[in-house]
């Protein structure tokens, strides 16, 4: 690969992977990218992505002790720091991989050069390579920043060394940064992000898809999800109560595209589902674009605008209709709707959840207007006397202490799926929770 003719989004392999090792979720890709591509005998083009993540998600220091020493993050960013990195030590735990904290926000520029430097010498030294500096790294054994560390890994593993300090300084940092500068103006702006037939898809979750891509998309196309896990090992919130609580904010298409799946699992266990509404905020900011050229603001538009083809990508699988959900209006009045139907039970109220979702994407519901949602509400069974005054009473209430509740457990975007008050957000957990509910579930009525 040369700087002069490097293309983004092509490779004469089949696919492309965009990683950095100071990243915990690329680190979990890894071996089920690969488990895929030794499956089905094809070649992958591993490029490195330096992250940035400063510019979006702000930076933090720890002390010897542990302790944060230095922090420039919102309480809404360490919020999501925080989730993310239980998430990948639940995961890393059932496949037995240590994921410590990063102390701080390193420069893992090097490490991707010396992928650039690996790859040269073939795919097997590539791949010792990336198992040992991403073992390495997140147990705190390596400095991504040291040159000389990174080469004698090289030596470790077998690889030629002979100029790589030069290579460091001289023509592998020349090609390392037209990667990032190229893949950056093309899209790329977290990993892992997979490259196939030019389709971006950012996350391992994709990894169903694109290996249905891969066989030639026979049969329906698979939804996200996270695969390659073991479930012999208990994960904390398995004991089972007979119903799983699932957060949904009516405006948002993702908690959209999980109803269907989400019902599906409950009615195949015969698991009840206790809906919770979260309004998430800002409300409305979330649809717009960050303005500004800032590589910061640029970072939050390229997500945006990927997180957009990407839900018009699985919403096109099912036949979903999802244009009045973009425009994300307040949701609150139908979330108050929804402990209204509540009242009535289980039944009523996952009647009310879809048709909710139904009928404001294909924007003939008013979820702001208390007259629509009422006549809704008549409309599948609920009682209408008394709606209006829990609205205006103890509706708000109500829904004021669920929002609290929900924030302390550390929820923050929809859908969030809680077992035992223990966290999952995405519906691309849904395989790990059917594995702890259903050697747990003694059969309680089914989602209804």
Avoid at 161 to 167: I, L, M, P
Avoid at 209 to 238: C, E, K, M, Q, V
Avoid at 406 to 419: A, N, Q, S
Wanted: glycine residues 8%; aromatic residues 10%.
């Amino acid at each position: 690969m040369s700087s002069d003719s490097f293309n983004p989004l092509a490779s004469s392999a089949t696919l492309i992977a965009y990683i950095d090792y100071k990243s915990p979720y690329a680190y979990l890709a890894m071996d089920p990218t690969y488990a895929i591509a030794d499956e089905l005998g094809f070649e992958i083009e591993w490029r490195p992505f330096t992250l940035d993540i400063p510019s979006y998600l702000g930076s933090a220091r720890l002390g010897h002790e542990g302790k944060v020493v230095e922090n420039e993050r919102t309480p809404g960013q360490w919020t999501k720091v925080k989730y993310a990195y239980h998430d990948v030590r639940r995961y890393g735990a059932l496949r037995g991989l240590v994921i410590r904290g990063a102390t701080r926000m390193w420069d893992s520029s090097i490490t991707g050069i010396g992928m650039l430097w690996a790859k040269d010498q073939g795919a097997t030294v590539l791949r010792a390579y990336s198992s040992l500096v991403f073992e390495r790294f997140w147990k705190r054994e390596l400095n991504p920043e040291d040159a000389a560390a990174i080469e004698r890994l090289l030596s470790e593993i077998g690889a030629r060394t002979a100029g790589f300090q030069d290579y460091v300084v001289g023509e592998g940092r020349l090609l390392h940064d037209c990667i990032q500068r190229a893949a950056f103006e093309a899209g790329i702006f977290g990993v892992p992000t997979y490259v196939i037939d030019g389709e971006l898809f950012f996350g391992r979750e994709h990894l169903p898809r694109i290996r249905w891509i891969l066989t030639g998309r026979s049969g329906p196309p698979p939804d996200i999800s996270y695969p390659n896990f073991a479930t012999g090992r208990p994960a904390r919130g398995a004991t089972i109560k007979g119903h799983l609580p699932v957060v949904i904010d009516f405006k948002s298409p993702q908690a959209y595209l999980a109803i269907g799946p989400t019902c599906a699992l409950a009615d195949k266990l015969g698991v009840t589902i206790d809906w919770q509404p979260l309004v998430v905020t800002p409300s409305k900011a979330a649809a717009a674009r960050p303005s500004g050229d800032d590589r910061g603001a640029r970072h939050r538009r390229y997500r945006a605008t990927y997180m957009d083809r990407d839900i018009a990508r699985y919403a096109a699988d099912r036949g979903l209709v999802i244009d009045g959900l973009l425009r994300r209006k307040d949701s609150t009045l139908a979330a108050v709707g929804l402990l209204w139907a509540q009242r009535e039970g289980p039944s009523l109220a996952r009647t009310y959840v879809e048709q909710v979702f139904k009928r404001y994407a294909q924007d003939n519901l008013d979820i702001e207007d208390v007259h629509s949602i009422s006549g809704l509400l008549t409309k599948i069974g609920a009682p209408e006397s008394g709606f209006e005054a829990f609205v205006k009473g103890d509706g708000p209430t109500q829904l004021a202490r669920i929002q609290s509740d929900l924030r302390d457990l550390g929820v923050f975007e929809v859908p969030t799926y809680l077992l035992n008050d223990d966290v999952f957000l995405g519906r691309q957990h849904l395989p790990l929770i059917r594995s702890l509910l259903s050697t747990k579930t003694e059969s309680p009525p089914a989602c209804d």
